[in-house]
């Protein structure tokens, strides 16, 4: 969770992303009832953009200050649908109970003890509301080494699952094929997936 990283990464080229919303995201959320969602690792806006457009008011944060003003140059169709805000969520958490969705696409949320900023992820979602967490399937990654991160200090899906507590019911927790092919130089041909409800009444994560 590094800003001077991300912000360089951006500039390095005009465009990170394809900018389509992601295959999961669309998958898991069309049809459910739009109300205000909390977009994750935003980047430069394709799923914040698709939510706006399926009906959701978005709060989409990242931790990169190029990432969200390259997102707000390319959305203006969605001015007043979308908030563009910087975020560290090692630092300080969303909101608790504001969001009906809670997307988090690819985050590369830190493993820490305690879990506090996993806790305060959860906590964002609102009693009946769906947190949908997504990552990329370990076996696809390359050694460590040549990644030059550990993906075992991240959160993965299924680990996310497992800490959910008794005010949850967990819908989707499996390994499923990409829908879009993987984004060039990587092998990602699957994702690990986790859609979880938090029971109405419940306020914590």
Same mark, same amino acid.
């Given at each position: ?6 912000? !360089? ?10 900018? =389509?919303?992601? /295959? ?10 739009? &109300? ?8 430069? &806006? &394709?799923? +914040?953009?698709? $939510? *706006?457009?399926? /009906?959701?008011?978005?709060? *989409?944060?990242? @931790? ?15 001015? /007043? !649908? ?13 909101? +608790? ?43 696809? $990654?390359?050694?460590?080494? !040549?990644?030059?991160?550990?993906? =075992? ?6 680990? @996310?699952? /497992?800490?959910? &507590?008794?005010?949850?019911?967990? $819908? @989707? ?15 990602? +041909? =699957? ?15």
């Amino acid at each position: 969770m590094d800003q001077q990283l991300w912000d !360089e990464r951006y500039r390095g080229q005009d465009q990170l992303f394809s900018g =389509n919303p992601n /295959g999961v995201l669309v998958a898991e959320v069309t049809g459910l009832a739009p &109300g205000q969602a909390l977009d994750v690792g935003c980047g430069e &806006g &394709g799923d +914040a953009r698709w $939510l *706006a457009g399926q /009906g959701w008011r978005v709060t *989409a944060i990242d @931790i990169s200050q190029v990432a969200l003003e390259r997102a707000a140059a390319s959305s203006t169709d969605f001015a /007043g !649908e979308v908030a563009w805000t910087r975020a560290d969520l090692t630092r300080t958490p969303p909101p +608790a109970g504001a969001f009906d969705l809670v997307s988090a696409q690819y985050f590369p949320l830190p493993r820490e003890t305690g879990h506090r900023a996993l806790h305060g992820l959860l906590a964002a979602v609102a009693p009946g509301g769906t947190l949908l967490f997504v990552g990329h399937s370990l076996a696809d $990654l390359p050694p460590k080494e !040549e990644l030059g991160v550990d993906p =075992n200090q991240y959160y993965r899906p299924d680990e @996310i699952a /497992g800490l959910l &507590g008794d005010g949850w019911t967990v $819908l @989707i927790d499996e390994t499923r094929p990409r829908t879009a092919a993987a984004p060039p130089g990587t092998h990602h +041909a =699957n994702d690990t997936v986790l859609r979880a409800v938090r029971h109405p009444g419940t306020a914590d994560g």
